[in-house]
C-alpha cells in the first residue's frame, strides 16, 4: 500500500481525482498550479451544484492548498516507492530538487497503469 492509512489517495471516492491532477495536464503529465486550483474550484462546484450528500473533494479539503499539498505529496509518494533519486541543481543562487525527465514519464505511466486498490 501507497503512503499510510491517512492518505487522501487512497480513498476510493478521490481516485480518479488524483489520477486527473497527474495525468490532465499539457502533454498527459501532471497539472500547473493554476490548472490544479481551477480543476478544484470546478470539482467543488459540480459538488455544490448536484447537492451530493457525499462530497469528497469538499470533505476532504477543506481549501485548494491542501489540496495541491496532497497531490504534491501523491506525487513524491510514486517517486519514493519507484526509488528515483532526485537531484539538486542550483539556478540564480537558488537549490530545486528535481528529477529527470525519465523519471518523470515512468511516473506518469504507473499512474496511468494502476487502478484503485494498486497503491
Given at each position: 500500500m501507497l503512503g499510510d492509512a ?79 533519486k532526485k537531484v539538486c541543481m ?30
Amino acid at each position: 500500500m501507497l503512503g499510510d492509512a491517512g492518505a487522501p489517495w487512497t480513498k476510493e471516492a478521490l481516485w480518479a481525482v488524483f489520477f486527473k491532477a497527474c495525468t490532465g495536464g499539457v502533454g498527459g503529465v501532471y497539472m500547473s498550479h493554476k490548472q490544479l486550483r481551477q480543476f478544484y474550484k470546478y470539482t467543488k462546484n459540480v459538488e455544490h451544484c448536484t447537492n451530493a450528500t457525499i462530497k469528497p473533494l469538499c470533505d476532504t479539503f477543506k481549501t485548494v492548498y491542501r489540496f495541491i499539498s496532497s497531490v504534491r505529496g501523491f506525487k513524491s509518494a510514486l517517486v519514493a516507492l519507484l526509488n528515483w533519486k532526485k537531484v539538486c541543481m542550483k539556478i540564480d543562487g537558488v537549490e530545486y530538487s528535481v528529477c529527470f525527465r525519465d523519471a518523470l514519464d515512468a511516473i506518469r505511466s504507473e499512474v496511468i497503469n494502476s487502478q484503485y486498490g494498486d497503491l
